[in-house]
């Protein structure tokens, strides 16, 4: 498990596929950067992290079109 700032734990394998979904963003492949999102397990999906990236992927989606 990773701790992050706010005290929340989340899976190494969360944590990986986050900055991966990072990365793709600043690369701005969006549609790369939502496989792995999905990737990421149910309890993941409540950390602060991963919803920060999903809105800022649901931006650049939305920018594009």
Known sequence: ????KH????PLEDA???KSAE???EV???LNA???LLRVTESGW???WT?????????????VH
């Open 34 to 36: 939502l496989k792995e």
């Open 46 to 48: 409540e950390h602060p």
């Open 7 to 10: 005290g929340e734990e989340l």
């Open 51 to 63: 919803v920060k990236l999903f809105k800022v992927l649901a931006a650049s989606i939305l920018a």
């Open 16 to 18: 990986m596929r986050l």
């Open 23 to 25: 990365l793709w963003l």
């Open 28 to 30: 701005q492949q969006p």
């Open 1 to 4: 498990m990773l701790s992050m």
